[in-house]
T-cell receptor, first 114, second 117 residues
Framework: GDSVTQMEGPVTLSEEAFLTINCTYTATGYPSLFWYVQYPGEGLQLLLKATKADDKGSNKGFEATYRKETTSFHLEKGSVQVSDSAVYFCALYFRGGTLGRLYFGRGTQLTVWP | EAGVAQSPRYKIIEKRQSVAFWCNPISGHATLYWYQQILGQGPKLLIQFQNNGVVDDSQLPKDRFSAERLKGVDSTLKIQPAKLEDSAVYLC???????????????FGEGSRLTVL
């Protein structure tokens, strides 16, 4: 069935370091792909999305490109900040008929030190 | 625009007791979801409503969990009786009409953290 495999954490970086969090997926058809973020004490919120192959989603300096050939949607940021410390979830949305379902990865905890 | 409201934020109960969580989605959102997030795991869908009808409850443990959305607006999730393994954060989310135009952008509440002793 449809699923998302996400890089295990935790990830600890110094401020201004480069970030990559890997995400690969298994799906039939053509899903939409998402990164959601959960800041401490807050609910999940959408960070970025891509709805078709080769699309690049971007927001707040984060980017991810929908790669159909490698079934991947890796999250990247060139220079992380302390405020980026959060849990990041890769997610896949697949619609079967009229019903759509959002599948989440396990989440990757990111801690950025000053 | 007000976000998704959930209550209570925290609840501690003993096993075999019952608990109920409430959710009020964003105004105008037809689709409402309840997710269970166990520590160290990603959220898992329990039930999905389209207006006041259930469209997916395939992963809801129906022997102990129930949910309703009687008027197609707010919703209640109940667990009775609770087990230790039900300790988790229960997330409510809403989105625009799930039948068309929805590409998976959900709006989440802050969650209700349940601890079962």
């Amino acid at each position: 069935g449809d699923s998302v495999t996400q890089m295990e954490g935790p990830v600890t970086l110094s401020e201004e370091a480069f970030l990559t969090i890997n995400c690969t997926y298994t799906a039939t058809g053509y899903p939409s792909l998402f990164w959601y973020v959960q800041y401490p004490g807050e609910g999940l919120q959408l960070l970025l999305k891509a709805t078709k192959a080769d699309d690049k989603g971007s927001n707040k300096g984060f980017e991810a490109t929908y790669r159909k050939e490698t079934t991947s949607f890796h999250l990247e940021k060139g220079s992380v900040q302390v405020s980026d410390s959060a849990v990041y979830f890769c997610a896949l949305y697949f619609r079967g008929g009229t019903l759509g379902r959002l599948y989440f990865g396990r989440g990757t905890q990111l801690t950025v030190w000053p | 625009e007000a976000g998704v409201a959930q209550s209570p934020r925290y609840k501690i109960i003993e096993k075999r007791q019952s608990v109920a969580f409430w959710c009020n989605p964003i105004s105008g959102h037809a689709t409402l979801y309840w997710y269970q997030q166990i520590l160290g795991q990603g959220p898992k869908l329990l039930i999905q409503f389209q207006n006041n009808g259930v469209v997916d409850d395939s992963q809801l443990p129906k022997d102990r969990f129930s949910a309703e959305r009687l008027k197609g607006v707010d919703s209640t999730l109940k667990i009775q009786p609770a087990k230790l393994e039900d300790s988790a954060v229960y997330l409510c989310a809403s989105s625009l009409d799930g039948r068309r135009g929805n590409t998976g952008e959900l709006f989440f509440g802050e969650g209700s953290r349940l601890t079962v002793l």
